[in-house]
Nanobody
Framework: QVQLAESGGGVVQPGGSLRLSCTPSRNIFSNYNMRWYRQVPGKERELVAALSSSGTTSYAESVKGRFTISRDRAKNTVYLQMNSLKAEDTAVYSC?????????WGQGTQVTVSA
């Protein structure tokens, strides 16, 4: 079973930046779409950004222009660069890898935006 290892969460002030990383235990980018979700307690999980196996990206309206999803095949890692962070971006962020046969999840990493 492929494992997704996440890192990069933490506490940042409003207007600051963080970069989240997601590294699968083996190279799966050719066969899986990669996504970042976030969830706040008591609310539904929200799709934040997606990167298809062919390289197409998409974003939630709330993060467009501030967040960027990318991948480094050499490092076997997907990133979520988050700039101009706002208090409402505070959530647990989770990496997802999916295709029609399989859905994989990371353990989640907390991002807190607070003054």
């Amino acid at each position: 079973q492929v494992q997704l290892a996440e890192s990069g969460g933490g506490v940042v002030q409003p207007g600051g930046s963080l970069r989240l990383s997601c590294t699968p235990s083996r190279n799966i980018f050719s066969n899986y779409n990669m996504r970042w979700y976030r969830q706040v307690p008591g609310k539904e999980r929200e799709l934040v950004a997606a990167l298809s196996s062919s390289g197409t990206t998409s974003y939630a309206e709330s993060v467009k222009g501030r967040f960027t999803i990318s991948r480094d095949r050499a490092k076997n890692t997907v990133y979520l660069q988050m700039n101009s962070l706002k208090a409402e971006d505070t959530a647990v962020y989770s990496c997802n890898a999916g295709n029609i046969y399989d859905q994989l999840w990371g353990q989640g990493t907390q991002v807190t935006v607070s003054a």
